[in-house]
Structures are given as C-alpha cells and as structure tokens.
C-alpha cells in the first residue's frame, strides 16, 4: 500500500471491542486497518467498492469486491444522520 495517506506508524486504532477479547477487523496501527479494509484477504488486490444509498430509511449499503479473484468479501451497511 503506499503512503498516501500520511497516517503514523505508531498511532493505535481504538475499537469498542477491545476489552471483550474479540477478533475485530479493526486493531492495530491506523496503517494496517486501512490496508485491511481495502485490499483483499486472498489475494491482496485492492477492493472495488459500490455504494447503494436509499435516502428514504437513511441507509447506504457498501459492497466490497475483489476484481482479480472475484470475491465478494463484505457487505455492510451503514446509516445515515
């Protein structure tokens, strides 16, 4: 991944999980959550990402997918305020 975003190395991402002891996406340096949330877990591609909204219930969905490998690895959706 390259340096783009000017995010330090030592900067540690919080997570609302982190006293359950839950594995969640999103721990370690700022850096390795983001590689993690757009490269793919196969291959390591980066993510294609569209995005749907409906405006009358305020959601977006967000679908991930992997255009080497063909992966559709997540789906999310996330409201809107």
């Known amino acids: 991944m390259d340096d783009t975003n000017h995010l330090p190395d030592n900067e540690?991402?919080?997570?609302?999980?982190s006293?359950?002891?839950?594995?969640?996406?999103?721990?370690?340096?700022a850096k390795e959550v983001v590689a993690r949330y757009t490269h793919?877990?196969?291959?390591?591609?980066?993510l294609h990402f569209s995005h749907v909204t409906d405006f009358s219930?305020?959601?977006?969905?967000?679908?991930?997918?992997?255009?080497?490998?063909?992966?559709?690895?997540?789906?999310a959706m996330h409201r809107l305020q």
């Open 12 to 17: 540690e991402t919080p997570t609302e999980n």
């Open 19 to 29: 006293s359950a002891g839950t594995a969640s996406p999103f721990f370690g340096t």
């Open 40 to 46: 793919c877990a196969l291959c390591g591609a980066n």
């Open 57 to 75: 219930r305020n959601l977006t969905q967000e679908t991930a997918r992997c255009p080497e490998c063909g992966v559709k690895s997540r789906q």
